[in-house]
């Protein structure tokens, strides 16, 4: 309690006899802290990408060690991510000897309910199916260039005769969609699955997602988008070196304020240690006052970029910002670190002088 007091004793000083150097100062901690926090929510790559639904962002792959019949990816319905996912699609790999030798067709289906080919593009024709074509197990594909040409009727291997209903802008050969129904009919094994989630998952939503993979002995490897865990991890620690970077030079700048302020109030700390108050407790109120300067700023500016978030990135054609709580308290968390560092000098440096001569020199 008797800290409390003394840190509120000082910051009360400063206001009384520096009202107008206060009040500009602490304006200009709000404005900085504000600077802050939106450099921090417009261009952090993780925070600006949360919760996106672009596609390259939102596909997996799951890659079997074997041959898995259809029916083993029932389990994996009990996932909410996969169960809720908005496209979900199987992959097959169809051997065949040829007068080349031996080549592999690349039958893949979608079982989501719209039965939209959305991992491809469009070259010509269309890039579903129909219900009717689902329904009756028509014997219709769309298929890579290499395959065939809109309205052909190719032969897929054992599968038999099909007529193309669309043809996908694709590099990769020997590529076929079939109806799922026609999948199931066959009774085709899956080498491969895809799915896409509703939107971007953060760090531990997709920790989760891999641990429940690999639970499963037959998974060989799961695939996400770019970046990946690993290196969204790399990228999220490098990028918060460099925002911590960013703030410690901000804050040298708050350096100046707090040491004038400091200087202004020398001769309270000279008094303290006259009166026999130990430098262990005279370093910690010249650390802690400048932190609570900074956390209280800090508070503020974030309850103000809060509530201005949304019309100050429509105002710069920015995206919306995906902040939460947890993103406020980190970069709270940073700028009260980074106010130590840069007065931690400065608090040492104070503590090596006489208490009579700074007390002089405060007259």
Request: charged share 20%.
């Amino acid at each position: 309690m008797k800290t409390i007091s003394l840190l509120f004793h000082i910051i009360k000083n400063y206001f009384v006899n520096n009202k107008n150097i206060f009040i500009v100062f602490s304006v200009s901690y709000i404005l900085m802290g504000l600077l802050t926090v939106f450099i921090y929510g417009a261009f952090f790559p993780y925070i600006a990408q949360r919760k996106s639904e672009e596609l390259t962002q939102c596909r997996y792959t799951v890659n079997f060690k074997q041959e898995m019949p259809i029916d083993h990816l029932d389990g994996f319905s009990q996932s909410d991510l996969i169960k809720n996912s908005r496209h979900f699609e199987v992959e097959t790999r169809l051997s065949e000897e040829t007068d080349d030798g031996r080549s592999d067709l690349l039958i893949h289906s979608v079982f989501s309910p719209e039965h939209d080919v959305i991992l491809n593009i469009k070259k010509d024709g269309r890039l579903y199916f129909t219900d009717d074509e689902i329904k009756n197990n028509e014997k219709v594909a769309i298929v890579s260039p290499d395959l065939g040409r809109l309205g052909d009727r190719i032969t897929l291997g054992t599968l038999g005769e099909f007529a193309v209903v669309g043809v996908l802008d694709t590099i990769i050969p020997s590529t076929a969609y079939i109806p799922c129904s026609l999948y199931v009919d066959r009774n085709l094994t899956v080498n491969t699955m895809h799915f896409v989630v509703r939107n971007r998952l953060d760090l531990k939503e997709i920790k989760g997602l891999e641990d429940y993979f690999y639970a499963d002995d037959d998974v060989l490897i799961v695939q996400g988008p770019a970046p990946t865990l690993n290196s969204m991890i790399d990228d999220l620690l490098n990028w918060t070196i460099s925002f911590f970077i960013i703030i410690l030079l901000i804050f040298i700048l708050f350096l100046f304020f707090a040491q004038y302020m400091s200087e202004k109030n020398k001769r309270i700390y000279s008094i303290l240690g006259i009166l026999g108050e130990n430098k262990a407790e005279i370093l910690f109120l010249l650390i802690a006052e400048r932190c609570f300067m900074v956390l209280s700023s800090m508070c503020i500016a974030s309850v103000i970029h809060f509530f201005i978030r949304d019309g100050l990135h429509k105002i710069l054609t920015l995206p919306d910002c995906r902040m939460i709580f947890s993103d406020y308290a980190a970069v709270i968390f940073m700028a009260v670190l980074a106010s130590l560092i840069v007065s931690a000098p400065y608090a040492l440096s104070y503590l090596f002088k006489q208490y009579t001569v700074q007390l002089k020199q405060s007259e």
